[in-house]
């Protein structure tokens, strides 16, 4: 069966992909409601997973077009969306929709609710033994730290500072930082506040929604300039900050109030 994800944040539909992947579901993708409206005509999915809040063609619009064409007005839909007010979940209800999720998600949720509509078996994990085994994978004696920045110095410098004393994933990819962080359950998450792509709170939050990272810690990587973006990033949630140029000792200290790893376990 096929589901078409359509949402203009590619990690939302890197995660919503990895995420019903044990269904055994074919999922392809479109980044805005025109590229959607196009693969609805051209090869309708068996389920649309819909934005609302998108550039130029909004996911409102493609509902509003599905409804007036017979062809794939009977397309089930599931709406993603940010905003929980009375009354856009009335309107939307109104225009016909399956169901809807509010971002930030979790994984059990979204399974749950596309198996529901395809009529299929929802599969059932223990989330701890499965946790569990991906920990075994790793040194047990050192800390699980993912390092996503644009800033190849930074990289360069926590890569440098960090050899051979944690499990270290750096990256300046939106879309990898998400994956691997999935997989291995970091204990600390660093996130470079000068992201261009998107910005490290939408990061932030996309993997708040993954149920695994609920104990993991995220750090603010800034300049000392960016007053503004280190007020936001305190206002999400964000459990600490670290001030460029930063030396080694001061990333120990701040890794070990985060994660409870001892300093000296790091020399």
């Not at 499990?167 to 691997?180: D, I, M, P, R």
Request: a negative charge; hydrophobic letters at 45%; aromatic letters at 4%.
């Amino acid at each position: 069966m096929k589901v078409l994800i359509v949402d203009d944040n590619a990690t939302i539909r890197v995660i919503v992909k990895r995420f019903l992947e044990p269904l055994g579901l074919n999922v392809i993708e479109a980044g805005d409601g025109q590229q959607a409206i196009l693969q609805l005509h051209e090869d309708p999915p068996d389920l649309l997973i819909l934005d609302i809040n998108m550039p130029q063609v909004d996911g409102l619009e493609v509902l509003e077009h599905m409804k007036s064409t017979p062809a794939i007005s009977k397309i089930p839909v599931i709406i993603l969306t940010a905003d929980s007010t009375e009354s856009l979940v009335l309107s939307l209800i109104r225009t016909g929709i399956t169901d809807y999720i509010v971002k930030p998600f979790q994984r059990q949720l979204l399974v749950k609710k596309v198996s529901r509509v395809l009529g299929l078996k929802c599969p059932v994990e223990n989330e701890e033994t499965q946790g569990e085994t991906e920990r075994e994978n790793l040194e047990e004696d050192k800390p699980c730290i993912l390092v996503l920045d644009e800033d190849k110095g930074s990289l360069r410098a926590i890569a440098g500072y960090l050899n051979g004393r944690a499990q270290l994933f750096t990256t300046a990819s939106s879309e990898e930082a998400v994956t691997w962080a999935a997989t291995n359950r970091p204990e600390i998450v660093f996130l470079g506040l000068g992201l261009s792509e998107e910005s490290a709170i939408d990061v932030f939050h996309t993997m708040l929604s993954q149920e695994k990272l609920s104990s993991t810690r995220f750090v603010a990587i800034a300049n000392r300039s960016m007053t503004e973006e280190i007020i936001a990033a305190k206002r999400a949630g964000f459990q600490g900050i670290v001030l460029k140029p930063f030396d080694q000792e001061t990333l120990f200290r701040l890794i070990e109030q985060q994660s409870g790893w001892l300093v000296n376990l790091l020399r």
